[in-house]
């Protein structure tokens, strides 16, 4: 690859990059006003079984794209059929696999359910999958085009506004199913702003009929992909259903307000997602593995700065972030600085695993499934250690936390050394000032912290504006080199046919 082919996929990821982080600014803006309501109105209880059931309608989703998500921009790059039927066929998988998936849940609502008895539109939950499916494949063959605009209005607009205003409106008129139901209108809403621009950018596939033969080969070519996707879906999500199991849903519901919470940087470090797989698969058909190496620890450098930044922000003020969504939720404090953490060091095993899924697919998959089973059995050595010391129980419940911190410590490790082996390059993102900007950002946030209770409102409205400008000042003055900088430039957008394979 040449030297202005580099600067142009550097370039191809900082514009990629700051579209999806405006999205993530909107959808932080749409995502609090639901996070407030489902506090406030409904409540801890009614959260906790919301959250159990829509991890397993997530999960069935996530399984029912076959790895797709991740696998389509590959599967474009290498093929000579038009790519319109292509991502017809994907989406016609995608399609059955839904049918199947609701089917088994609709069957078997206790899954969704463990908890507490089944009534209202409960059982019927599992009809959306199809269209969470259907919306990930579509926005997938649009960022294989570098679209990520139709990304940031399906993920940051329409679905975090539909479920805020959605929710509190059935809190009025239904208020027993509010909070699912208006989960229901999200991901409909969210497809049908994900199909309108798939159809624009693909059209109508004419001609086309599903290839069976192919689409089973597809599938299979996938199940790596898939079971990656499934095992990092898995390490998010598997810690409150084990609190499911060992607690009430009142527990389950105040982990999940600061699950949602921590999750903000985790959207935001899928913002370079979309178009990183693309680029890496471009590099990867020249057989240009040091250019691979350069966009990971490039990538890398910018989502755990980001993801640092935001987790100081909302972990050093932590009581005053959960109390702002309801008195009750402050007990979720501790699992909130916990989990915040564990984002920003799994960033860099995050980054790696979009080069290991095609470069070490098999060894990827083994590693991920290894450490799934090491933060399980954590998670409840932890839990019934502290229920056998008699600890309170809102530390009990942060113990999956705690779990999910170490495991992905640990992922990040090993993935980066594995992928610095194939590739031959250093790979981490990871630089000293990160260390000093952190330490700067903990300093000032203590001043604020530690203010009257009656000045509270100052840790929100102005400790976290000065933690977040102590740690950008110092990573602006002492991190930041010249292709760093790309991220914030105006340049002009790369020429979408040098960074696409195959395009048709």
Known sequence: MTEPEGKADIAALAKGGRTNVGGFVLRLIARLPFLFIAGRLYGPDLVGRFALAV?????????????????????????DRPHVHVVWDAMALAFVMSLLASAVLIAFPQVMYPDSVIQGLDRFLPCIIFAIAWSDVS??????RLNIKATVTARAVVEPWTISIAAWVLSYIAFDDGLVLSYVASMAAAMIASIIPFVRSYGLPYGWSPRLSELFTLARRNMPLAGADTIEWATRNVDRFILGLLFEPKIVGIYYMA???????QKL???FEPVLGPVISRSLAEHDLKAVANQVRQVGFWTITAQAAIALMLAIPGEAVMGMVGPEFVAGTAALGFLLTAEVLASTGTVCESALVYVARMRNLMISMAMLGVQIALSFVLVFAMRDQQWPINYQAAGPAVALMISVTIT??????VLKGVLKAPVSGYRWPLVWATLAAIVVGTIFTSLPKRLEWAELIVGIPAIAATFLFIIWRWAFGPEDRTLFSKAPPPDNDALTVGTR
């Open 55 to 79: 991890v397993v309608v997530e999960l069935a989703a996530l399984l029912a794209t076959l790895g797709l998500k991740r696998g389509l921009a590959q599967a474009l790059a290498n093929t």
């Open 139 to 144: 926005l997938a063959a649009l960022a294989y």
């Open 259 to 265: 699950q949602q919470v921590s999750s903000l940087p």
């Open 269 to 271: 470090k899928t913002s």
């Open 412 to 417: 990040s490790l090993i993935k980066a050394l």
